[in-house]
């Protein structure tokens, strides 16, 4: 079984940076792709960025293109979301998972992930 456990989120004003990481434990998952999606209040959970087992391949919403990094540390068995500029529309939970999927157009599905952590708040206001 793989355990993923989210940290880093909080409040920030616009234009601020938060940066998430996801720690897993219980398996190895390095050779496992590694997502973020969030889901807001009243919303279905949305993909936000997704990175593949080797982190030579990202993919990024549309909505935080330009603005998020996703990152990886297989020695570490993490991976990281760099959120600069922020918007008041960026608040939600978000959530790490991973999936044993390869194949870029398969990352941007929640149901395409195995595993996923809690999730951790994060709120930016205007």
């Known amino acids: 079984q793989v355990q993923l456990v989210e940290s880093g989120g909080g409040l920030v004003q616009a234009g601020g940076s938060l940066r998430l990481s996801c720690a897993a434990s219980g398996r190895t998952v390095s050779s496992y792709a590694r997502g973020w999606f969030r889901q807001a209040p009243g919303k279905e959970r949305e993909f936000v960025a997704a990175?593949?087992?080797?982190?030579?391949?990202?993919y990024y919403a549309d909505s935080v293109k330009g603005r998020f990094t996703i990152s990886r540390d297989n020695a570490k068995n993490t991976v990281t979301l760099q959120m600069n500029s922020l918007k008041p529309e960026d608040t939600a939970v978000y959530y790490c998972a991973a999936t044993r999927y390869s194949g870029g157009s398969r990352y941007y599905y929640a149901s395409s992930y195995n595993y996923w952590g809690q999730g951790t708040q994060v709120t930016v206001s205007s």
């Open positions: 990175i593949g087992w080797s982190g030579g391949s990202t």
